[in-house]
């Protein structure tokens, strides 16, 4: 019997941020060394993807390369023959796919995404591309071509897995059975038995959540930062005039965010972390530990990324790449011939 499959990718778009690593690539890494004896894991990089909003492009193939090596330095397996690691523009059929599925697509459904509304309010007009406002077909596309049932979703993606599922029901509806629909958000909730609540604030605005795409960066730890510079960042984070460290999101944001990243760094749990420096005055020595961890962690990270070795990756993603695009192709074929193109 074959595997069901579970997809997730990240996008290149920027240097990433402990957010990411804490938020989305250890709990990948995690995911895939758990359930790839049951599973078939597809692990991208959704490089298409990366330019829905303006880039340097002259960053995007270092970009793509890097958030490789750290997947790798994150603890992922290349050598596993069910975890396949892949670039998706290397396999045409995702661009190929969009296209069928985009006039199947209604431009009002497109225009209701959240996160495109989000996206776009945050640009000028000039330069909000078709692709933003479509790139949900593409992750259509993504996910269907490689039947995969489960598919890790934060809530700034539900939405699309949503459409994903509406238009592969309308595509079967009206074409015959061509494609696997993919679990509820519901049913993905339970499945990845979801911490996909974790979210690290941003250090100098403590009220909105880290991003690598904030435009002034102060705020934000990227893991190619000089471990220097990070201790800088945690020593001027903003906290408040308390000088009573408490865990209290609400109030004492500043404080509990260091106290989560302190635990995350540490590897240790949130409440043991709280208990240890719970009622402290002094944020200055407090500030001090969690800068001195992230220095630790920066450095060990950085030198593991560095140690990489690129061709294994390289190997790693010509075997998935060829062997991912047979897949992609039958599901593409099918399509093809449903909507009479062959
Ligand atoms: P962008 O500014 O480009 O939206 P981002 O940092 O918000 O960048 P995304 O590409 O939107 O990153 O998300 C990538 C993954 O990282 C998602 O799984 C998301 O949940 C996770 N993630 C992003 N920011 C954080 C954060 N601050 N804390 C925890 N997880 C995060
Ligand atoms: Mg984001």
Same mark, same amino acid.
């Given at each position: 019997?074959? @595997?069901?499959?579970?997809?997730?990718?990240?996008?290149?778009?920027? %240097?990433?941020?402990?957010?990411?690593?804490?938020?989305?690539?250890?709990?990948?890494?995690?995911?895939?060394?758990?359930?790839?004896? !049951?599973?078939?894991?597809?692990?991208?990089?959704?490089?298409?993807?990366?330019?829905?909003?303006?880039?340097?492009?002259?960053?995007?193939?270092?970009?793509?390369?890097?958030?490789? &090596?750290?997947?790798?330095?994150?603890?992922?397996?290349?050598?596993?023959?069910?975890?396949?690691?892949?670039?998706?523009?290397?396999?045409?059929?995702?661009?190929?796919?969009?296209?069928?599925?985009?006039?199947?697509?209604?431009?009002?459904?497109?225009?209701?995404?959240?996160?495109?509304?989000? #996206?776009?309010?945050?640009?000028?007009?000039?330069?909000?591309?078709?692709?933003?406002?479509?790139?949900?077909?593409?992750?259509?596309?993504?996910?269907?071509?490689?039947?995969?049932?489960?598919?890790?979703?934060?809530?700034?993606?539900?939405?699309?897995?949503?459409?994903?599922? %509406?238009?592969?029901?309308?595509?079967?509806?009206?074409?015959?059975?061509?494609?696997?629909?993919?679990?509820?958000?519901k049913?993905q909730?339970?499945?990845?038995?979801?911490?996909?609540?974790?979210?690290?604030?941003?250090?100098?605005?403590?009220?909105? #959540?880290?991003? #690598?795409? !904030?435009?002034?960066? /102060?705020?934000?730890?990227?893991?190619?930062?000089?471990?220097?510079v990070?201790? @800088?960042k945690?020593?001027?984070?903003?906290?408040?005039?308390?000088?009573?460290?408490?865990? !209290?999101? !609400?109030?004492?944001?500043?404080?509990?965010?260091?106290?989560?990243?302190?635990?995350?760094?540490?590897?240790?749990?949130?409440?043991?972390?709280?208990?240890?420096?719970?009622?402290?005055?002094?944020?200055?020595?407090?500030?001090?530990?969690?800068?001195?961890?992230?220095?630790?962690?920066?450095?060990?990270f950085?030198?593991?990324?560095?140690?990489?070795?690129?061709?294994?990756?390289? /190997?790693?993603?010509?075997?998935?790449?060829?062997?991912?695009?047979?897949?992609?192709?039958?599901?593409?074929? &099918?399509?093809?011939?449903?909507v009479g193109?062959?």
């Amino acid at each position: 019997m074959t @595997k069901q499959t579970i997809l997730t990718g990240l996008r290149a778009n920027n %240097d990433l941020t402990i957010g990411n690593y804490f938020g989305a690539i250890l709990p990948m890494v995690d995911m895939a060394k758990t359930k790839a004896d !049951d599973y078939q894991i597809n692990l991208f990089v959704p490089d298409l993807h990366s330019f829905t909003t303006p880039i340097d492009h002259n960053q995007l193939h270092s970009q793509t390369w890097n958030n490789l &090596r750290i997947f790798v330095a994150a603890g992922l397996p290349l050598d596993h023959p069910d975890i396949h690691l892949y670039r998706q523009s290397y396999i045409s059929a995702h661009s190929e796919l969009t296209w069928i599925l985009d006039c199947l697509t209604g431009v009002g459904e497109m225009g209701r995404m959240t996160e495109y509304k989000d #996206k776009a309010a945050k640009l000028h007009e000039d330069r909000i591309s078709v692709g933003l406002f479509n790139y949900p077909v593409l992750m259509a596309a993504d996910i269907l071509l490689y039947n995969a049932t489960f598919v890790p979703v934060g809530d700034d993606q539900t939405q699309h897995l949503e459409f994903t599922r %509406d238009i592969a029901g309308r595509f079967n509806n009206r074409f015959g059975d061509i494609f696997t629909i993919p679990k509820s958000v519901k049913e993905q909730h339970v499945f990845f038995g979801n911490d996909q609540g974790l979210r690290i604030k941003d250090l100098h605005d403590p009220s909105k #959540k880290m991003s #690598k795409s !904030d435009e002034s960066g /102060k705020g934000v730890i990227f893991l190619s930062d000089d471990p220097q510079v990070s201790a @800088k960042k945690i020593m001027g984070a903003t906290t408040d005039d308390k000088a009573n460290i408490q865990f !209290d999101r !609400d109030n004492q944001p500043g404080i509990s965010n260091l106290l989560e990243i302190l635990a995350l760094l540490t590897g240790r749990n949130l409440q043991e972390v709280v208990a240890e420096w719970k009622g402290g005055d002094r944020y200055g020595d407090f500030k001090k530990t969690v800068a001195k961890e992230m220095v630790l962690f920066l450095t060990d990270f950085q030198q593991k990324q560095s140690s990489i070795n690129d061709a294994a990756i390289q /190997k790693r993603l010509e075997s998935s790449e060829s062997k991912l695009t047979i897949t992609a192709k039958e599901t593409l074929l &099918r399509a093809q011939k449903a909507v009479g193109l062959r």
